[in-house]
C-alpha cells in the first residue's frame, strides 16, 4: 500500500492483497475469485492486464490483454 502511494496512486475505493502466509497454487485461484466478487458487487471489469498467462486464467473480464516480461515467465 505504501508502494502505491509513494507512486502516486491514492484514493482508491478497494485494494486486494493475498493475506499474508496464504499460499495459492496460481495467481488465478487468488485472482479469478477476486474478480468474481468485484463482479457480483455490480462492476464491469472491461480489462484484465497481466504479464503472466495465470493472471488472466479464470474469466471475468471482457477484454484481456497479456504484456511481455523479458525477465521471466511462470510456468
Do not use: C, W
Request: net charge negative; no cysteine; glycine share 10%.
Amino acid at each position: 500500500e505504501q508502494n502505491l502511494q509513494s507512486a502516486g496512486y491514492a484514493g482508491y475505493e478497494q485494494l486486494y492483497m493475498v493475506q499474508p502466509g496464504a499460499k495459492y497454487a496460481s495467481a488465478a485461484d487468488f485472482k479469478a475469485p477476486i474478480r468474481a466478487e468485484i463482479e457480483k458487487a455490480g462492476y464491469t471489469i472491461i480489462a484484465n492486464i497481466g504479464d503472466q498467462p495465470s493472471d488472466l486464467f479464470g474469466g471475468h473480464a471482457e477484454k484481456l490483454f497479456l504484456l511481455p516480461n523479458p525477465f521471466y515467465r511462470v510456468r
